[in-house]
Every structure is written in C-alpha cells, then in structure tokens.
C-alpha cells in the first residue's frame, strides 16, 4: 500500500486521434475520481487503436491512485518510451520509483543502473545514435587531420583525447539504452509480495520476494513462469502473471 495521497493532472489529447468519446471519457472520470471507470475507458481508447504518451501516461495516473503501483510504473515506462523527455511522465515516474524502494524485500536496485537510465532517458535511442555518430565523425576527423599534417602537437594531443572520451561516453550510453529499453524483453512486476524460485515449479525454493513495481529482464518462460533477471542481476522464476511486459 502507498502511504501517500498524490494527485496528478491529466494531460490534454496531443494528438487527433485521442479525442476520442471512450478517452474524453476516462478523463472525465478520473477529474470525478472514479479511477477503475477511467481505466475501462481508456482501455478501451487503446483496443480502438489509440496509442500516445498522453494516453499511458494517463492510465499510469489513474492505476496510481488506485494504489496500483506495479501498472502505473508500467504505463509510465510505456508513456516514456513513446516520449522520453517528457517532465511530466520523467517525474511521475521517478515518484511511483520511489515506492518501490521503500518496499523492497531482499533485493537492492542498482545505483549504477539508475545513474545510466538517468542520463539517458531524456532522449530517444535516435537521439542517442546521432550523437554518438557525431562523436565518431569527429574523432576520425582529428584522426585525418593528424596523419595529413603528419605531426603532434598540444592541440592535436588534446582534440584527440577529447573527442576519443566523447566517442566512448556516447557508444556507452547508447548500448546501455538499447540493451536496457530494446535488447530484451522487459517488465514490470504487477503483483505485490510474490515469491521468486529457484525453479519453474511451485514446489521450489522461494528465493526471494519481490514487490510491485521493481523492473525486471525476462530470460525465458516455462510452464507458466518467468525467469527475470532484476537490476541488481539476481534471477528467480516468477509467476508469469505476476509481470506485465512493456
């Protein structure tokens, strides 16, 4: 349970084809409070193909005050896939995160994790590959430069060790991101206090437990369990649906 009352604004359509009746709707019972009435309508904004940061971000929102702590972390991941600079999505996000922490049993997130998503979930994978494509394009050309003038130099030294750092720094942060957001399967733990074994059967030893919330890897599944790998790269077999895929 969240021990904390938070309410957070809806955000307006973006684009057309979100003002629709069942999205118009789930906004006007969430602004009465009728949190499980705006779920419904949004999920149905969604089987009529809706599909925009707004609209998850929403969702994210609604699921949120319900005390549903393991789905609105998973509709705002959704939200910022589709939008990662959004202040908005970034801060609810981060608050929901919050929660998970305070009710971890057994496992620790890891701060060097959190530190790399920080940095970069501002910007899309695009983003990301352009910038490292232009620290790339800018070391080959002191390397170019070097060879043409066939010399050293302080400037020449410098340029190179900058440019070289820049390189690594931005081919880093765009593996993690892709490794993270788009090598893998990922998820959201949506089930609160389930037990992680050390095998696919209910038979096996509980290894830990996890709460809702915490995002995990899914390695493999089997008989109606998920091997997730979580941040801290401890793995258990979860029930399968206890996590929810992004």
Same mark, same amino acid.
């Given at each position: 349970?969240?021990?904390?009352?938070?309410?957070?604004?809806?955000?307006?359509?973006?684009?057309?084809?979100?003002?629709?009746?069942?999205?118009?709707?789930?906004?006007?019972?969430?602004?009465?409070?009728?949190?499980?009435?705006?779920?419904?309508?949004?999920?149905?904004?969604?089987?009529?193909?809706?599909?925009?940061?707004?609209?998850?971000?929403?969702?994210?929102?609604?699921?949120?005050?319900?005390?549903?702590?393991?789905?609105?972390?998973?509709?705002?991941?959704?939200?910022?896939?589709?939008?990662?600079?959004?202040?908005?999505?970034?801060?609810? &996000?981060?608050?929901?995160? !919050?929660?998970?922490?305070?009710?971890?049993?057994?496992? *620790? &997130?890891?701060?060097?994790?959190?530190?790399?998503?920080?940095?970069?979930?501002?910007?899309?994978?695009?983003?990301?590959?352009?910038?490292?494509?232009?620290? =790339?394009?800018?070391?080959?050309?002191?390397?170019?430069?070097?060879? &043409?003038?066939?010399?050293?130099?302080?400037?020449?030294?410098?340029?190179?060790?900058?440019?070289?750092?820049? $390189?690594?720094?931005?081919?880093?942060?765009?593996?993690?991101?892709? !490794?993270?957001?788009?090598?893998?399967?990922?998820?959201?733990?949506?089930?609160?206090?389930?037990?992680?074994? $050390?095998?696919?059967?209910?038979?096996?030893?509980?290894?830990?437990?996890?709460?809702?919330?915490?995002?995990?890897?899914?390695?493999?599944?089997?008989?109606?369990?998920? =091997?997730?790998?979580?941040?801290?790269?401890?793995?258990?077999?979860?029930?399968?649906?206890?996590? *929810?895929?992004?």
């Amino acid at each position: 349970m969240i021990g904390v009352t938070a309410t957070f604004c809806l955000v307006a359509p973006a684009r057309a084809e979100l003002e629709t009746d069942a999205f118009t709707r789930g906004n006007a019972h969430y602004d009465s409070l009728r949190y499980d009435s705006a779920i419904a309508a949004y999920e149905s904004a969604m089987r009529e193909g809706a599909e925009s940061s707004a609209l998850y971000y929403n969702v994210g929102n609604a699921y949120f005050e319900k005390r549903d702590l393991g789905r609105a972390i998973l509709y705002y991941l959704r939200a910022q896939r589709i939008d990662p600079g959004d202040p908005d999505i970034r801060d609810n &996000l981060a608050f929901a995160r !919050r929660f998970v922490k305070l009710q971890m049993t057994g496992v *620790e &997130l890891n701060p060097v994790t959190d530190a790399l998503r920080a940095v970069t979930t501002p910007w899309s994978l695009t983003a990301w590959a352009w910038l490292a494509s232009a620290c =790339l394009l800018a070391l080959g050309g002191v390397i170019v430069w070097r060879i &043409l003038l066939r010399r050293g130099g302080f400037l020449i030294h410098t340029l190179f060790g900058v440019t070289s750092a820049l $390189a690594v720094v931005a081919v880093t942060l765009v593996t993690f991101k892709y !490794r993270v957001e788009f090598a893998a399967p990922r998820a959201v733990v949506v089930l609160d206090d389930i037990p992680v074994r $050390a095998r696919p059967a209910e038979s096996a030893a509980v290894e830990f437990r996890a709460a809702a919330g915490l995002e995990v890897e899914i390695l493999e599944e089997s008989a109606g369990f998920a =091997l997730a790998l979580f941040e801290n790269k401890r793995r258990g077999w979860t029930p399968a649906d206890a996590i *929810e895929r992004l």
